[in-house]
């Protein structure tokens, strides 16, 4: 399943003042970040996403 994650979230999470703690997990690897801010969240989800991406256009680029 691409592109699938778990999360959880610290329950005095503030948004508005970038305060968030919690876990990721990415369901297809089993990656997992503890984050601290919503910037750590955004970027791990950033580099799975990418680099599933990446690994879709190699295994399409190889012949069959």
């Known amino acids: 399943m691409r592109h699938a994650f778990v999360l959880r979230i610290a329950p005095d999470f503030d948004f508005d003042n970038n305060k968030v703690e919690g ?3 990415e369901v297809d690897t ?8 919503a910037p750590d969240l ?3 989800l950033s580099k799975c996403v ?5 690994k ?3 295994q399409e680029g ?3």
């Open 23 to 25: 876990r990721v997990e």
């Open 30 to 37: 089993g990656r997992e970040l503890r984050f601290r801010s």
């Open 42 to 44: 955004l970027t791990f």
């Open 50 to 54: 990418k680099e599933s991406a990446k």
């Open 56 to 58: 879709k256009e190699d």
């Open 62 to 64: 190889q012949p069959s």
